[in-house]
C-alpha cells in the first residue's frame, strides 16, 4: 500500500497531535441496535412442538369457558457482552413490528428471564424457562404492520456485560386477545433492540498488530488495530516513539469510518536512526471523544549488518578428507539479532543454514575457499569472512629402484626409491616386520642369508598414505664349496698325450652356482687357460679333462666356482695349484727307466678296454682306449730308456 500525501510526519511539533492521554470527554448520545441470536414461541395447545424456525412471535390468551385455557408465549434472546465497561445507558427499548393483531385489542408485557441456556431448536412449552411475573413494560397492540416499542431499560441496565433472555406474554384475561410479531427469521422487519448511550468515553482497541518487527529503511511494514466506539470512528494514528518517548513520527490509519480494523503501510525513512520505536494508537470517535493507548507494541529500525564470521576447518594444510566440517563462532549483532548464514565454496551458490557449523560434500582435489557471512533479522547481510583449504585424496606413488628382485651378496643393501610428491613420513618393512622410520635412501644392515622381501610406505602432507609394491630379494654372503678334487690317471701316472681328467664335487646352498670353471698352466707360463666344467649328472661332480701333454710337460691347475650372488671360491691347493708332470715315454711305473716292470704292467692289461677287471689306463701308451700288441710293443721299443 502506498500513503496518501506524507508518508511519514515527523512530529516537530509534539503537542500538535497530543497533550494528554485522554481528551475531556464530550457527553453526545449515541444509539446501537441489536438484534435476536434466538427467538421463538411456545403453544400450551401443543406442548411439545418446536417453532424455532417460525417467521412469527405469537402472544395469545384463548379462554375456554368449558376446557383449558390455550396460551402462547414467545421468548427473545440478545447478547450484550459488548457492553460489560459501558455505565452509561440512558434508555433500552424492545422494538416489535406486528403482522396481525387480534380484536380486542391485546396487552402484550415484556418480562424478564434468568435463564439463557436455552435454544431455539429445542425450546417448546413443556420445557421453557420461568420468566419475571411482573412486566418490565406493557404495550397495546391494536393494529397490523406497525412498529411497537417497549421500554427495558431497567432489564438491560442489569444485563450489560452478559446474555439476556425476554418473555412475551398476553397480559389480558377471558376472552381472545392475541398478537404476532415478525421473528428474526421473517420476512422483514426483524425485532430490534435499541440502547441509547450518553457517550462521553474515548474509542477502546483490541487485536493490535505490527507486521513485521525489524525492518530496514524503506521497507514497509503494516500497522493494524481494531476500534470500536458507540459514536463510531473519525480519526485513527499510529504514533512512533524513540526511547526517550519523544514521538519521532506520526501517520494516520485508514478505515470505514465505523467499528473495525483500521490500517496503514509505510516505511522508515532515511532521516530515521537505528532503533527500537514503541507504537501506540491515538484515536478520536464519531463525538469528538480522543485518546491514546498505552504502548501496544515496537518495531525496531535496523540498517546494521552483523559483524564478519571467522569459518575454520581445524586442518592445517591439505586434507585427504574431501568432506571438511567448518565451524565459526556465532557473530554479534546488536539491533535484530542474527537470523541466520549464507555459506558457500568457491563461486557456488550461496546456501543458507541456522547453524554455525556445516559440513561439506565431497570437494574436487586442490585448492577451495569457504565463504560465510551472516544475515540478521531485518535482512541487513554481512560481509564474507573465508578460509582457504586443500583436498588431496591422491595416494604417493611410491617406485623401489633398489633392492632388486636378485641375490646379493652383501648383508648390506642400499635401499633406494623414488616418491612423486613431499612426504610427512617414510618407512618400510622388512619381511613383515613392524615399520621402520626412515629420512630417505638407505642402507639395510646385518641382513641374514637367505630370502628377504620389503615394502616402502610414504605418507603425504594430507595423510594419503602410498605403498610400493613388494619386493622380494635374497642374500647369499657363503662362497661355494669345493671339495675332493680327483685326477685321473693319477698326477704320477700321466703318459705323453694323455689327457687328465680333473673332477670336484662343488656345491653351494645359498644362491646356487653360477659357473665352474678350471684354469691350468704348463711349463710355468704366465698365462693359464680357462675352461668350464660340467656337471656329471651320474656322479653329481664337475669334471674337465686336461688334453695330452707331450712328455716330460708340467701342468699345474686351479678350480674355481662363482654363485649366483657373486660369491666365488678356488681351490688351488693352498696356493700352490694342483700339478702333475707328464712321464717319460713308456715309463709306466714312473721310476725314471723302461724296465721289464712297465712291460709286465702293459702285459697284465693286455685285451682290456674301460670298464675291464685288468683295464689300465696308463698301459694305453697310444690312447686308442684298448690295450693290445701295438701298446706292448711300444713300451718294448723303448726298453732301456732312462729319465732324469
Not at 576447518?313 to 557473530?331: C, E, K, Q
Not at 688334453?547 to 700352490?576: H, M, P, W
Amino acid at each position: 500500500m502506498k500513503f496518501w500525501g506524507i508518508m511519514f510526519i515527523i512530529c516537530l511539533f509534539p503537542a500538535l497531535f497530543l497533550t494528554s492521554s485522554r481528551i475531556a470527554p464530550v457527553k453526545a448520545t449515541s444509539s446501537v441496535t441489536l438484534y435476536p441470536i434466538a427467538d421463538a414461541y411456545v403453544e400450551s395447545d401443543h406442548p411439545s412442538s418446536n417453532y424455532g424456525g417460525s417467521n412469527y412471535l405469537d402472544a395469545k390468551f384463548v379462554d375456554y369457558t368449558s376446557l383449558t385455557d390455550v396460551r402462547d408465549n414467545s421468548y427473545l434472546m440478545f447478547n450484550l457482552t459488548a457492553f460489560a465497561t459501558r455505565h452509561d445507558l440512558t434508555s433500552a427499548h424492545l422494538r416489535l413490528y406486528a403482522w396481525y393483531a387480534w380484536s380486542p385489542t391485546a396487552h402484550v408485557g415484556v418480562h424478564y428471564c434468568s435463564d439463557t441456556a436455552w435454544s431455539e431448536i429445542e425450546i417448546n412449552w413443556l420445557n421453557a424457562p420461568p420468566f419475571s411475573p411482573v412486566a418490565s413494560d406493557t404495550v397495546a397492540v391494536p393494529f397490523d404492520d406497525t412498529w411497537y416499542s417497549w421500554d427495558i431499560t431497567n432489564i438491560v441496565n442489569d444485563t450489560l456485560g452478559s446474555r439476556m433472555t425476554l418473555a412475551l406474554t398476553v397480559e389480558d384475561i377471558g376472552d381472545v386477545y392475541s398478537a404476532s410479531f415478525y421473528s428474526k427469521d421473517g420476512y422483514s422487519n426483524r425485532p430490534e433492540l435499541v440502547l441509547e448511550f450518553k457517550d462521553g468515553q474515548p474509542p477502546t482497541y483490541s487485536n493490535f498488530h505490527v507486521s513485521k518487527n525489524y525492518v530496514k529503511t524503506e521497507e514497509y511494514f503494516d500497522v493494524s488495530v481494531n476500534l470500536y466506539d458507540l459514536s463510531g470512528i473519525s480519526q485513527a494514528q499510529a504514533s512512533f516513539l524513540d526511547q526517550t518517548l519523544r514521538q519521532v513520527m506520526l501517520f494516520t490509519l485508514d478505515g470505514s469510518g465505523g467499528n473495525g480494523t483500521y490500517a496503514k503501510s509505510g516505511f522508515f525513512t532515511s532521516a530515521m536512526s537505528d532503533g527500537t520505536y514503541n507504537i501506540k494508537i491515538r484515536a478520536t470517535d464519531g463525538v469528538g471523544n480522543a485518546g491514546e493507548s498505552s504502548v501496544l507494541g515496537s518495531i525496531t529500525l535496523d540498517n546494521t549488518p552483523p559483524t564478519t564470521p571467522v569459518p575454520d576447518d581445524g586442518v592445517s594444510g591439505r586434507s585427504r578428507i574431501n568432506t571438511p566440517a567448518f565451524n565459526w563462532p556465532a557473530v554479534f549483532d546488536s539491533m535484530s539479532g542474527v537470523a541466520g548464514y549464507y555459506w558457500k565454496v568457491d563461486d557456488g551458490s550461496d546456501t543458507w543454514t541456522t547453524g554455525t557449523s556445516v559440513t561439506l560434500t565431497a570437494q574436487s582435489d586442490g585448492s577451495h575457499t569457504f565463504y560465510v557471512k551472516a544475515k540478521d533479522t531485518a535482512g541487513n547481510t554481512g560481509n564474507y569472512g573465508q578460509h582457504g583449504f586443500q583436498i588431496d585424496t591422491v595416494q604417493p606413488n611410491v617406485a623401489i629402484n633398489s633392492p632388486e628382485n636378485r641375490t646379493y651378496s652383501t648383508s648390506s643393501v642400499y635401499l633406494g626409491f623414488t616418491v612423486t610428491e613431499a612426504t610427512s613420513w617414510i618407512g618400510y618393512s622388512l619381511d613383515g616386520y613392524s615399520n621402520v622410520t626412515i629420512a630417505g635412501n638407505t642402507t639395510l644392515p646385518s641382513l641374514v642369508d637367505g630370502s628377504h622381501n620389503i615394502i616402502i610406505y610414504a605418507r603425504d602432507s594430507a595423510g594419503n598414505t602410498g605403498v610400493s609394491s613388494r619386493v622380494t630379494f635374497a642374500i647369499d654372503t657363503n662362497p661355494p664349496n669345493i671339495a675332493n678334487v680327483f685326477q685321473i690317471p693319477l698326477k704320477e701316472n700321466v703318459q705323453p698325450n694323455q689327457s687328465a681328467r680333473i673332477s670336484a664335487n662343488v656345491t653351494d646352498f645359498g644362491s646356487g652356482l653360477k659357473s665352474v670353471e678350471l684354469t691350468y698352466l704348463t711349463n710355468g707360463s704366465a698365462v693359464g687357460l680357462e675352461f668350464p666344467m660340467t656337471l656329471n649328472q651320474t656322479s653329481g661332480l664337475y669334471e674337465y679333462a686336461i688334453l695330452g701333454q707331450e712328455a716330460r710337460t708340467l701342468v699345474k691347475f686351479r678350480i674355481t666356482a662363482i654363485d649366483n650372488a657373486g660369491n666365488s671360491r678356488t681351490e688351488d691347493n693352498a696356493g700352490e695349484y694342483y700339478r702333475y708332470k707328464v712321464n717319460p715315454l713308456c715309463d709306466l711305473d714312473g721310476d725314471g727307466i723302461v724296465t721289464l716292470e712297465d712291460v709286465d704292467i702293459a702285459v697284465q692289461a693286455f685285451g682290456s678296454r674301460p670298464g675291464s677287471q685288468n683295464w689300465n689306463l696308463i698301459a694305453d701308451t697310444n690312447g686308442d682306449g684298448k690295450i693290445d700288441m701295438r701298446d706292448i710293443a711300444f713300451v718294448a721299443k723303448n726298453f732301456g730308456k732312462t729319465y732324469s
